[in-house]
């Protein structure tokens, strides 16, 4: 596994919308630990139904599932060549995991993985938010406010129906905030002591951001 990207970052700062296209332009898996629960969800599992019962309050799902669900992920043979992480880890505790599941299965240990930060003025957070709309198709994600669709029910790319994730409401969104500040902002310390951070200024429009993000990709890999 030579490169190795995480993202992090609170909800709405772009993460899953930088995977996307990175993930498709560098041919790499996104990890998306949130689009998995979702999928569990969905099929009913009893995984599903406990993982609901946390994400419907905005908490984190217990560390045994999420670590099992991306174990069993990064085991699979297109992540020979790398992954980005797009949710995970998300606590102290879910980093350490990381650590363990790495130091078993990975085949390039002395390849540190980069940890993008995305960092974004808090006010942006819950506009982009309740704005968010996502195709069950192909997964893209739109932003309302700032791209104007034809028909803000239907996705342009694949005439997909686009709906709003049952959590991007204003009251629940508050509550991931809290989780988020609380449990995944301690990591930034942590991986900026050893050396993984890179921070993002994930306030500038999706292009821009883009842009950086590629910057500092291949500013690493030559360096
Ligand atoms: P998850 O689905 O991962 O949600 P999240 O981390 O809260 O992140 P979001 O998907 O909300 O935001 P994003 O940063 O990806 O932003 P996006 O690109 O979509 O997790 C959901 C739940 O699952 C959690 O609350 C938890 O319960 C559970 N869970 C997940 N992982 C877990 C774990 N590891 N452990 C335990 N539980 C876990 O962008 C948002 C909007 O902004 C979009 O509309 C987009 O178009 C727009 N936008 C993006 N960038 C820009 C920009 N630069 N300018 C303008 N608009 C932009």
Same mark, same amino acid.
């Given at each position: ?25 560098y041919? *790499?898996?996104? #990890? !998306? @630990? ?12 009893? $995984?599903? +139904?406990l993982?609901?019962s ?33 949710g ?13 599941? *790495?130091?078993? #299965? !990975? @085949?390039?240990k ?9 960092d974004? $003025?808090? +006010?942006?957070?819950?506009?982009r ?20 669709l ?33 449990q ?40």
């Amino acid at each position: 596994m030579k490169q190795k990207y995480i993202f992090i970052g609170p909800p709405g700062s772009g993460k899953g919308t930088q995977t996307e296209k990175l993930s498709h332009e560098y041919n *790499l898996p996104h #990890i !998306d @630990t949130g689009a998995l629960l979702r999928a569990e969800i969905a099929s009913g599992s009893e $995984d599903g +139904k406990l993982a609901d019962s946390f994400i419907s309050k905005g908490q984190l799902v217990p560390i045994t599932l999420v670590a099992n669900v991306i174990k069993n992920r990064l085991k699979k043979t297109d992540c020979e060549k790398g992954f980005i992480l797009d949710g995970y880890p998300r606590s102290m505790e879910q980093a350490y995991a990381l650590d363990d599941i *790495l130091a078993e #299965i !990975d @085949t390039d240990k002395n390849i540190k993985p980069c940890v993008f930060y995305f960092d974004v $003025d808090e +006010k942006l957070l819950v506009e982009r938010l309740v704005n968010r709309r996502s195709c069950i198709k192909c997964h893209s994600i739109y932003n309302l406010k700032t791209m104007k669709l034809n028909d803000e029910s239907v996705c342009p790319k694949c005439g997909g129906q686009l709906i709003r994730r049952d959590d991007d409401t204003e009251e629940i969104a508050y509550k991931r905030f809290d989780t988020y500040f609380n449990q995944t902002a301690p990591l930034i310390d942590m991986y900026k002591e050893r050396g993984w951070l890179i921070r993002l200024d994930a306030s500038k429009d999706i292009v821009s951001v883009y842009n950086d993000l590629v910057g500092e990709i291949k500013g690493h890999v030559n360096s």
